[in-house]
């Protein structure tokens, strides 16, 4: 038996495993074995691959016997404590994505477990099932159709097509509706627009074409009035910034956010942090754009010391899903701090937003809880959102 099995077996029956050091005698320490040794007669090395696949590295990786023994004999400590004892006795730790089903199957909760790799059986297969096999891989024959065959097959092919509708398909468009929200800012939010025409003065008899002239001078304002700002703030004032929950239970914190945002990998902050992880006060994001551009990002996630030209700077908050992260900002409520400035509000794909986040005008970011190769589309979803948004409101910054 391969020692996984062997492993499982001793402990679901309770029988405790031998350690032996280099002289094949007895030790009580894992840190001390060289080998280990079941029902008195199976005996294997330390350091034995076994059968158990890591689910955050590559289908090649698998954990060692010693991390599994280690972890059966430490399973009532809690992860802090247990991933201390492993940097102690320099034994390699499971994730904590793991540990749950590494127990529940070696305890025999579970018969199986998706991360177990069956190892191969060496069994041949009968002469009736490789000529099945092979019969069934045989390509049928294939008659060529004539030309005029193919062009009324296609024909028919694409009088039935019809275009799928997603949601995005239907946002997607290219009409400007600046003067909309001009109006919405001044009617909802009574907010002055500089060089906008009066409610008032618009007659209902009044043209399509001076409509659009409007939006067109109400547009050109704007792009002036950022552009005469920008000559007016220093290289640090138009540096974006990005404020972050102080909360290690966030998603995103000052530990990870610089991983996700520069390598475009999600790591969990509070296993950073439970590695002892020293947190920073500020990180700088170096975003590297398409024109192979690098434009640098500031991110804090406290606004104790900050001053009018910081809330200027301000482009971006990740939300944690509570008002009290708002606390003293400029801005308490989210109403007025999501009309200043851009919302997001990262979650697990296989989750539902809950108020009262739900009902804040901001973005999903989805992450995948396994799959990492899916970080690099959140990623690029969350920078297209976040320049669309800079190049509509906050202009006069360098993004």
Known sequence: MDPLSLLRESTISNKQVVLLDASNEPVTNISEAKSIKFNDEAIFARDTPTNFKKTTASDSETYTLETLIF???????????????????????????????ILDYLTGKVDQSPNVSQANTGEKRSRDDVASIETSTKKPKVTPLKSDDSVIIVKQVVLREREIMTR??????????????????????????PNARPIHAQKPGASQASGHKSVAATSNSSKSAAAVKSQKLSSKDKIPLIIVPAAPTAKFTLYNIKQFLEDQKYEDSQILRDEGRKKPERVTVERKKPNGQSVPYHVV????????????????????????????????????????VKGFYPKWSSDKMTPPASE????EINIHRH?????????????DALDSYNATHKQYLNF
């Not at 995005?168 to 009574?190: C, D, E, M, P, Y």
């Not at 939300?319 to 992260?325: E, F, I, K, P, Y």
Request: net charge positive.
């Open 360 to 363: 804040w005008a901001v973005s």
């Open 301 to 340: 996630d406290s606004v104790a010391h900050f001053k009018q030209s910081d809330w200027d700077r301000v482009c971006c908050v990740f939300v944690a899903g509570q008002l009290w992260q708002f606390k003293g900002w400029k801005w308490e409520k989210p109403v007025e701090l999501f009309s200043n």
């Open 71 to 101: 972890l059966v004999q430490n399973a009532q400590l809690d992860n802090s404590a247990y991933f201390k004892e492993c940097r102690t006795r320099q034994i390699e730790h499971v994730s904590i994505v793991d540990r749950r089903k």
């Open 371 to 383: 799959k990492r190769h899916m970080d690099k589309a959140a990623v690029s979803q969350f920078w």
């Open 168 to 193: 995005s398909s239907v946002l997607r468009g290219n009409k400007n509706f600046t003067h909309a929200i001009n109006l919405a800012q001044q009617l909802v939010l009574k907010k002055e627009i």
